[in-house]
């Protein structure tokens, strides 16, 4: 069965501490992954694709088929990246499967 | 706008009532998506028009959920006799080609 998981519904840190957001996914075609973020009172956008190899805002996150994962780093965490964070995997041509997202606090 | 479009931003409805979600997608994109978010949880696929022609519709719940894009630009999302369990915010997303989604603000609808 496809599917994404976001095993931490919340995840609180300290600013400038490392933050690793987990995603799991399950399909056995070939997998490609993004990450959105909401941002308060804002619309989901996207923030990174695996296949752009990109790092935004200082995020970024690697494809590991072996473990099926595709968690969302930062090494320094500043206070504006308070948000909910999406994993989404496309399927077929144009479905998107999405987890959970997991709420992100960054402590002063 | 520059931007995706939707309104309104808030409904109340009565059980029963029949609702209709309106999406206003940037200008050209050609795909356009409704998605249904429940409380605590990532959006779920409604349906998916490729310009006018609805070519998914197989994430919509039941027959009480209906999409039309009939000029392949606006779309509307109808929901007739609504129940508690529709109480959900609806995500409309549009796509210039197979690149990036952007996301409208969405509608939050409640049942009462």
């Known amino acids: 069965a496809q599917r994404v998981t976001q095993p931490e519904k919340l995840l609180s840190v300290f600013k400038g501490a490392p933050v690793e957001l987990k995603c799991n996914y399950s399909?056995?075609?070939?997998?490609?992954l993004f990450w959105y973020v909401q941002y308060s009172r804002q619309r989901l956008q996207l923030l990174l694709r695996?296949?752009?190899?990109?790092s935004i805002k200082g995020f970024t996150a690697d494809l590991n088929k072996g473990e099926t994962s595709f968690h969302l780093k930062k090494p320094f965490a500043q206070e504006e990246d308070s948000a909910m964070y999406y994993c989404?995997?496309?399927?077929?041509?144009?479905?998107?499967?999405w987890g959970a997202g997991t709420k992100l606090i960054i402590k002063p | 706008g520059a931007g995706v479009s939707q309104s309104p931003r808030y409904k109340v409805a009565k059980r029963g009532q029949d609702v209709a979600l309106r999406c206003d997608p940037i200008?050209?994109?050609?795909?356009l998506f409704w998605y249904q978010q429940a409380l605590g949880q990532g959006p779920e696929f409604l349906t998916y028009?490729?310009?006018?022609?609805?070519?998914?519709k197989s994430g919509l719940p039941s027959d009480r959920f209906f999409a039309e894009r009939p000029e392949g630009s606006v779309s509307t999302l109808k929901i007739q006799r609504t129940q508690q369990e529709d109480s959900a915010v609806y995500l409309c997303?549009?796509?210039?080609?197979?690149?990036?989604?952007?996301f409208g603000q969405g509608t939050r609808l409640t049942v009462v």
């Open positions: 399909y056995s075609g070939s997998p490609e």
């Open positions: 997303a549009s796509v210039q080609r197979n690149t990036e989604a952007f």
């Open positions: 028009f490729q310009n006018e022609a609805q070519l998914d």
């Open positions: 989404a995997l496309r399927v077929g041509n144009y479905q998107l499967i």
């Open positions: 200008s050209g994109h050609v795909s």
């Open positions: 695996h296949i752009s190899r990109e």
